[in-house]
């Protein structure tokens, strides 16, 4: 039996002078349907408990966010209605009303849907109007755009539901304010980026000032994918004042009590948590993300090459933050080039976060690898081959531990490797996830010094110092070779990190990295060597995302790709006026 949908007419009812609003930053996983309807119930009797007039979700939260071109599929559009259409029915108990999405199909269309359920019913449905296309989101691929929102009305409340992107323009919040709403209710799947919660709080003034309607802003939790979800969910007032702020990387079902005053209503309860910022926010990022990739996929803990270096120190910290030392087995993988030094730091490294902790020395397969070679390579040189031969021989040891018992392979390249191709295809690129893939390598160094001070809420690692300080200061060096180090093939990681931050991050030209005082040589260097490793980095595991743009969705650049800055060889622009563009216009035929 569907519910009836409810006309808006038919809601309306003496104004409420009170709400008490349930607010769900809780984690839903993408195409888990039955699981994320029974998180739906589980927060529902939460807030039922606390005595909630309405508990809303975060944005698709039924289907999962994001769930990509899995709405494609008609098998799983009809699961989400089915589960709305069971939870709609449940309402008819008295309890809270529920306020959650999900995508809906609509004359032939898909929408991104928020729904208000009540009494039995599904009382009122609105669509999301501005679907975003940048960066990690595709949603006008799989979306259709819906009409303005108007309000919903529930207890006689004029409730608007701009859906995420809705409010990033002013056009959808102005549409509910022209037309009598009185409170802002607004879902959102807005992803962790360094520096995401000062851009979330300055949209949310904008709509506020604009519309002078309170604003309550639900994010996701959780991690999908590469995606990292970190909640921190706000309010504020209609005079744009912080009403709630719940934490960030941490579920809640917030009670927020929202009283009419002669200016509109006021939030009078809620909760006041402080945000982690800047690199404890990254690290806490990373945390989550990893803790979820290896949750939702369901292994059952992690394995991965402990090298004494500052890179896989960190994940290891990482991973047993994420899941706890009995779930981390770190291995030492070593050769004649690896230094008494590495062994001493690995095994400290492996003590401090109380991890299992072997030894398996790669020569017998290296000198293997070798000898069936030897044919081949009979008059030749020994070479960066040679050096491959290694790291591909680690490779194949960790993935076979991973076959034989289950753990995943944690990779552990940082973004400054991953931008120039300093890693070894099927060699230390081996992995199912990286979690400081989006990691420039002197944050690597910082967030291992952090991390020896401080760690995240939550994190089931020892409290203390757990990466040696000798690892966070010695040079760093893939020890293929005798006495190597980094620099030896890269520049200073002092030059090199901000070169790649805007190449990367900012798209900037040559010739505005050289007026920052670069030297021209070195960023055409580095310009080369960044198009050059498109292709390893197509292979690499996913990794958690912590800056604007990573190395995935937000990055789509051809593998095959001959343009080089021109910079210095173009000449100066013609002079010639274009006409502009878009159609017939003034003076063309």
Not at 123 to 151: I, S, T, W
Not at 207 to 215: A, N
């Amino acid at each position: 039996m569907s519910p009836p949908v409810r006309p808006l007419e038919e809601n309306a009812g003496a104004p409420a002078a009170r709400l008490v609003i349930g607010v769900a930053q809780i984690d839903c996983v993408v195409g888990d349907i039955a699981g994320n309807l029974a998180r739906v119930r589980a927060a529902r009797a939460e807030a039922r408990a606390f005595g909630a007039d309405l508990v809303m979700f975060s944005e698709l939260f039924l289907a999962g966010y994001p769930p990509e071109d899995l709405v494609l599929k008609p098998a799983f559009l009809e699961a989400c209605r089915a589960a709305c259409e069971e939870l709609a029915l449940e309402t008819a108990d008295g309890g809270p009303a529920v306020l959650v999405g999900l995508p809906l199909v609509e004359d032939g269309l898909c929408y991104n849907a928020y729904a208000l359920l009540d009494r039995g019913r599904v009382e009122a449905v609105r669509f999301k109007a501005d679907l975003p296309n940048y960066g990690v989101f595709d949603e006008k691929r799989v979306f259709a755009a819906g009409p303005m929102p108007g309000p919903i009305v529930f207890r006689g409340v004029r409730i608007g539901v701009p859906i995420c992107e809705d409010i990033w323009g002013p056009d959808p919040v102005e549409c509910i304010a022209e037309t009598g709403g009185e409170i802002l209710l607004v879902p959102n799947g807005s992803p962790y980026w360094r520096g995401k919660t000062d851009e979330r709080l300055s949209v949310a003034v904008a709509r506020v000032v604009e519309s002078r309607l309170p604003l309550v802003y639900l994010n996701q939790f959780g991690g999908q994918d590469e995606l990292v979800f970190d909640g921190a969910s706000f309010a504020l007032n209609a005079d744009a004042s912080l009403a709630f702020q719940l934490p960030a990387f941490a579920p809640m079902v917030a009670r927020t009590v929202w009283e009419r005053r002669a200016m509109g209503f006021v939030c009078v309860e809620g909760p006041k948590a402080e945000l982690p910022e800047g690199d404890r926010a990254d690290y806490a990022a990373c945390v989550l993300g990893l803790r979820d990739y290896v949750a939702r996929n369901g292994f059952p803990g992690v394995v991965m090459g402990l090298s004494g270096g500052v890179d896989s120190a960190l994940c290891a910290a990482m991973a047993v933050d994420a899941l706890g030392a009995s779930r981390v087995h770190c291995i030492m993988l070593p050769y004649r080039f690896t230094s008494n030094e590495s062994l001493i730091d690995a095994e400290a490294c492996a003590k401090a976060l109380g991890v299992r902790y072997d030894i398996l020395p790669i020569a017998p397969a290296v000198d293997g690898f070798e000898k069936v070679l030897e044919p081949l390579f009979k008059g030749t040189a020994p070479g960066l081959t040679e050096e491959n031969i290694q790291s591909r021989a680690r490779g194949a040891l960790l993935m076979s531990v991973s076959n034989k018992f289950g753990p995943m392979v944690v990779t552990t390249g940082n973004k400054s490797e991953m931008s120039v191709g300093y890693a070894t295809l099927y060699g230390d690129m081996n992995g199912g996830f990286n979690p400081i893939k989006d990691l420039y390598k002197l944050q690597v160094f910082r967030l291992g010094q952090l991390r020896n001070v401080w760690k995240p809420e939550g994190a089931l690692g020892p409290d203390g110092e757990v990466i040696p300080q000798n690892i966070l200061v010695k040079p760093p060096t893939a020890e293929l070779r005798e006495n190597q180090k980094d620099q030896d093939s890269l520049p200073p990681y002092e030059a090199l990190d901000p070169i790649l931050e805007g190449l990367v991050e900012k798209e900037m030209r040559v010739s505005d990295l050289v007026a920052q005082g670069h030297d021209l040589e070195t960023v055409r260097r580095i310009e080369k060597l960044l198009y050059l490793a498109e292709y390893k980095r197509r292979q690499s595991a996913p990794g958690v995302k912590v800056t604007k743009k990573n190395f995935g969705r937000d990055r789509r650049y051809p593998i095959v790709n001959k343009f080089r800055d021109p910079f210095g060889t173009v000449a100066a622009p013609s002079g010639i006026v274009w006409p502009r563009g878009g159609g017939a216009g003034e003076g063309e035929a």
